[in-house]
C-alpha cells in the first residue's frame, strides 16, 4: 500500500460533500496511552500514529477537503525524554523521505509550520526538498506543525513587525489583523474551520491560537492510533450541524 493509499470513501454518505470544512486541524494526541494499554513502548504509539497521520490526509484529500493541519510535535514537546524525542524525529525523517519520493504522484503539497531552526540540518535540508517539490504541485495542502508553538508564532510576528517598524519601513497603526497574519508561519492559508482533539483531553496546548478565533472545535475519546476515517466522518458530521454566526446574527 503506497503512502497515501487508502480504502475507505465516506461509504455512510452522510458527510455533505458541499459543505466540507475547507480546513481542519488536528492535534495529534493519545500515542502514549494507547502503547502504555498495551504494555508496549510510548514510542510504538508514535509509530502508529504517523501511519494514521497518512492514511486521514489521504482521506482528506479524496473528500475534497483542502487543508489538514496538524500537530506532530509542539515548542514544549522538547521537555519529554531524549529517546522520546529522537524517535519522533526519526518517524518525521521517515515521513519526509517518503514524501519526497510520492507527493507529486499523489498531489500532495506538504508545509511545515514552526521554528525549524531548532531541528536538526538534516530535517531542514528535507523541509527545503518538501517546500521544492510543493511548490510544482497544486490542490489538497498538509501543514504539519512542528517545533510550533501558538505564542511562540504570535511572539515572532511581533517582532518581525516591531524590527520593521524600528527600520522605518512600517508603522504601528498600519497594522491590521490580515497584515498580523501574514507575519505568521501560517502565512497565506486560510484558518481552520474545525479544530479536532481525539484522547479525550479538552485544551488546545498552544494550537493554532491565533487562528481558532472562530474555528469549531470536536473533541473526542479515541486515542490518535486509533483514529480512522470514520471518526473523522463523526467530527465533520457534528460540524455539519453547527451553526457559525461570526458574531452576527441569523
Ligand atoms: C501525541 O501523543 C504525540 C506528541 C505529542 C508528539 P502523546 O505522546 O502526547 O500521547 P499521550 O498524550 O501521552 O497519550
Ligand atoms: C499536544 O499534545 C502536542 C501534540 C499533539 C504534538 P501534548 O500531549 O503535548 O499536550 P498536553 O501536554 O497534554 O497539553
Ligand atoms: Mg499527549
Not at 502514549?32 to 498495551?38: E, I, L, S, T
Not at 524517535?87 to 519526509?96: F, N, R, T, W
Not at 481552520?192 to 475519546?221: H, K, M, T
Amino acid at each position: 500500500m503506497g503512502l497515501f493509499d487508502s480504502q475507505y470513501s465516506n461509504k455512510a454518505g452522510q458527510v455533505d460533500q458541499n459543505r466540507l470544512p475547507r480546513h481542519i486541524a488536528i492535534i495529534m494526541d493519545g500515542n502514549g496511552r494507547w502503547a502504555k494499554q498495551r504494555g508496549l513502548p510510548r514510542t510504538a504509539g508514535h509509530k502508529v500514529g504517523a501511519e494514521v497521520f497518512r492514511k486521514i490526509a489521504t482521506y482528506c484529500k479524496n473528500l475534497g477537503v483542502e487543508y489538514l493541519t496538524v500537530y506532530a510535535f509542539s515548542t514544549e514537546n522538547w521537555k519529554r525524554p531524549e529517546t522520546e524525542v529522537s524517535v519522533i524525529m526519526g518517524l518525521l525523517k521517515q515521513y519526509m523521505l517518503e514524501a519526497i519520493d510520492s507527493m507529486e504522484r499523489d498531489q500532495i503539497r506538504l508545509r511545515f509550520l514552526g521554528d525549524l531552526s531548532a531541528i536538526s540540518p538534516e530535517l531542514q535540508e528535507l523541509v527545503e526538498r518538501t517546500n521544492a517539490i510543493s511548490s510544482r504541485i497544486e490542490g489538497f495542502q498538509a501543514n504539519v506543525c512542528l517545533n510550533y508553538g501558538g505564542r511562540d508564532e504570535i511572539l515572532q510576528a511581533a517582532r518581525t513587525f516591531a524590527a520593521e517598524c524600528a527600520a522605518g519601513e512600517a508603522a504601528p497603526e498600519e497594522l491590521t489583523a490580515d497584515r498580523f497574519g501574514g507575519y505568521l508561519y501560517s502565512a497565506g492559508i486560510p484558518d481552520p474551520d474545525l479544530v479536532i482533539r481525539p484522547s479525550g483531553e479538552l485544551r488546545l496546548s498552544n494550537f493554532l491560537l491565533w487562528q481558532c478565533a472562530y474555528a469549531e472545535f470536536y473533541f473526542c475519546d479515541t486515542l490518535w492510533p486509533d483514529f480512522d476515517e470514520r471518526a473523522l466522518d463523526a467530527a465533520i458530521i457534528d460540524y455539519q450541524r453547527r451553526d457559525r454566526r461570526f458574531g452576527g446574527i441569523k
